[in-house]
């Protein structure tokens, strides 16, 4: 491969893992304000609290829901006729659900809003296609840059999704900006994207086994891991955790604007410092206490338990400063919590189930923040605070869990 067109191949790539990074945290300052603010109707005319959160939640479970199921099934499609058809897929899903999602808000019309998302969801997928992709690519002696690569990508994502979700949703900055703007915006990289890949991308990864397509994958996934006894009771601990996490991630905004009146702006970077604080956490923090030689298990429970401790300073002083000082301990301990237990369930199983235990954290990732966002939901409509009760709660019992699993006898 020509030096011009790999490097070609490698951006398209990059673009594609920076748009999967972006497509998480996009949406948050523009749901937070165009529903969970009162004097906005964009989307409702007329409705109480208590409906401005449900629908909220729903809008956002239906994209892990969506995502839960597409996963997997995009997963096996890459395997079944190659990396670049399943890119191209996800990449036409995020350009038709993003542009359903923005003509929702020219029409005024929430349940296109909710097609839209779920659109996004299904095939959100591209990251481990992706990831895999790049590691086809990559020669032997550069793997672990590339790889290095991958999760810059993804984070630049991160960051960048709440600044622009906020930035081009503001007509405060430009006259003609609204909620559809920056979800036009995500629908024309993704165009971008297609063009990139079918002009530059080789196809990878075709394989010569006969791979069925199911709705049902992921379910089967998941299952899959409670018939493994320590991954059962490590799966039990890390659904939990992930219902607790995903929980303040989705709620924080919405919790923000209501209970201390959050600008757009202010949500914006409010996302923009947790993506900081993940990235922070997976790329620097792992580095560092691997050097030290620490037990895995019990840097996963000191990771959790910094998480823990953040979101009781945010709830209970009951001032608007503290969530902010508490995001980059609590997004640094998350990350760093969960660099260890992918390693924790690494560790468990033998070198060809890799695959498959990394099948099962990813769906357990999805899965979790699906029950997350219908939890948070319901709890919401109760009272401001019940949401971060019961992650708080989640946490501790996850946490609690954790102190009693054994690992295998190379991790004690």
């Known amino acids: 491969m020509k030096s011009n067109t790999k490097i070609a191949t490698l951006f398209s790539l990059m673009m594609v893992l920076f748009l999967d990074g972006m497509g998480q945290g996009i949406v948050f300052p523009i749901l937070s304000q165009a529903l969970i603010d009162p004097q906005q109707h964009v989307l409702i005319a007329t409705a109480t609290p208590e409906m401005r959160n449900l629908w909220y939640g729903i809008l956002i479970g239906v994209f892990f829901l969506c995502w839960f199921i597409g996963a997997a099934l995009l997963s096996d499609l890459s395997d079944k006729s190659g990396r670049k058809k399943a890119l191209i897929i996800c990449l036409i899903g995020s350009l038709l659900g993003n542009f359903v999602a923005a003509l929702a808000f020219t029409l ?32 032997k002696n550069k793997l672990s840059r590339y790889l290095g690569y991958v999760i810059m990508a993804v984070s630049i994502g991160l960051i960048a999704g709440p600044l622009i979700g906020g930035f081009l949703s503001d007509h405060d900055y430009v006259r003609w900006f609204s909620y559809s703007t920056p979800l036009y915006f995500a629908a024309l990289l993704a165009f971008v994207n297609i063009l990139l890949l079918i002009i530059y991308f080789k196809e990878t990864g075709i394989t010569k086994e006969k791979t069925q397509l199911k709705l049902t994958r992921a379910l089967e996934i998941f299952v899959s891991a409670f018939r493994h006894p320590s991954v059962r009771f490590l799966s039990i601990c890390y659904l939990l955790l992930q219902i607790g996490w995903s929980i303040y991630y989705i709620y924080i905004s919405a919790f923000m604007v209501q209970k201390f009146n959050l600008s757009l702006r202010g949500v914006s970077i409010l996302f923009a410092f947790v993506g900081v604080g993940l990235t922070f956490g997976l790329a620097v923090l792992p580095g560092i206490f691997e050097k030290q030689n620490f037990n895995r298990k019990h840097v996963t429970i000191f990771g959790y338990s910094i998480l823990f401790l953040g979101l009781i300073f945010i709830v209970f002083p009951n001032k608007a400063i503290w969530p902010w000082i508490m995001i980059f301990p609590l997004t640094c301990g998350l990350a760093l919590a969960y660099s260890f237990l992918i390693s924790l369930y690494s560790n468990e199983v033998r070198p060809e189930k890799q695959g498959w235990i990394m099948g099962i954290t990813s769906a357990i990732v999805a899965l979790g923040a699906a029950i997350a966002s219908f939890l948070e939901a319901v709890l919401s409509t109760l009272n401001v605070n019940f949401p971060y009760y019961a992650t708080i709660v989640l946490i501790a019992i996850g946490i609690s869990l954790m102190t009693r699993f054994k690992p295998k006898e190379s991790e004690r």
């Open 108 to 139: 005024h019309s929430l349940w296109l809003l909710l097609v839209g998302r779920m659109l996004v969801g299904f095939t959100n997928g591209s990251q481990p296609i992706a990831q895999a992709a790049v590691v086809d690519i990559s020669p």
